[in-house]
Each structure stands twice: as structure tokens, then as C-alpha cells.
Nanobody, 120 residues
Framework: QVQLVESGGGLVQAGGSLRLSCAAS????????MDWYRQAPGKQREFVAR???????KYADSVKDRFTISRDNAENTVSLQMSSLKPEDTAVYYC??????????????WGQGTLVTVSS
């Protein structure tokens, strides 16, 4: 079972930067990928970014060239560096992962979320 804990949310002015982190713990063979999602008030949760075990990254068009996802395998963490933040980036940001268990099955888990508020 893998558990995820996010940190780094807070209040920032438009144009500013913020760095989110997600720490993964628990027994597994391999983490296949780690994602960031976000959910703004009154809206559906949406994909933000992904990084795979092979370091392949993917971004939503709305954050491309502003956000950077990275991972530290030694620390079992994934980070999301957010720059040029806009008020529309305001949301609860969630970490999501899929991992390979020792049974040969894949599993997934969500973190508890961290709030990012961008003021205009």
C-alpha cells in the first residue's frame, strides 16, 4: 500500500511561484507514474501533469511552459514547480499515483490535497 502526502500549498500573488511536493511511502515494486490533478471550486478535478518511471513528462495545455514536474527517486517524492501563477490556477492540488505491487497487480492512490490560492 502506497500513501501520498502533499505539501507546499499556500497563498501567492498572481505572477508568483510556488512549489508543491508529494511524498510517497509504502511497499511496492515500482511506481509507474505520479500525477498532479487540481480541483477548483465548483469544477471537476482536472489533470495537470504526469511524470513516469522513465522520466517522461506530460502537461495540460493550460499549464504548459509554466509548471514543471520532477521526481526524486531517492527521496520518493514528486514536485510541481509552478511559475507565472494566475488566479485561475487557484484550486486544491492532488497527487495521484499508480504503482506495481508484489502480487503483480497495479494499484492507485490519491493524496489528501493541498490548497493553492492565487490572488489577483
Amino acid at each position: 500500500q502506497v500513501q501520498l502526502v502533499e505539501s507546499g500549498g499556500g497563498l501567492v500573488q498572481a505572477g508568483g511561484s510556488l512549489r508543491l511536493s508529494c511524498a510517497a511511502s509504502g511497499s511496492r515494486v515500482r511506481i509507474n507514474f505520479m500525477d498532479w490533478y487540481r480541483q477548483a471550486p465548483g469544477k471537476q478535478r482536472e489533470f495537470v501533469a504526469r511524470i513516469t518511471s522513465g522520466e517522461i513528462t506530460k502537461y495540460a495545455d493550460s499549464v504548459k511552459d509554466r509548471f514543471t514536474i520532477s521526481r526524486d527517486n531517492a527521496e520518493n517524492t514528486v514536485s510541481l514547480q509552478m511559475s507565472s501563477l494566475k488566479p485561475e490556477d487557484t484550486a486544491v492540488y492532488y497527487c495521484y499515483t499508480e504503482w506495481l505491487g508484489y502480487t503483480g497487480n497495479t494499484f492507485n492512490a490519491w493524496g489528501q490535497g493541498t490548497l493553492v490560492t492565487v490572488s489577483s
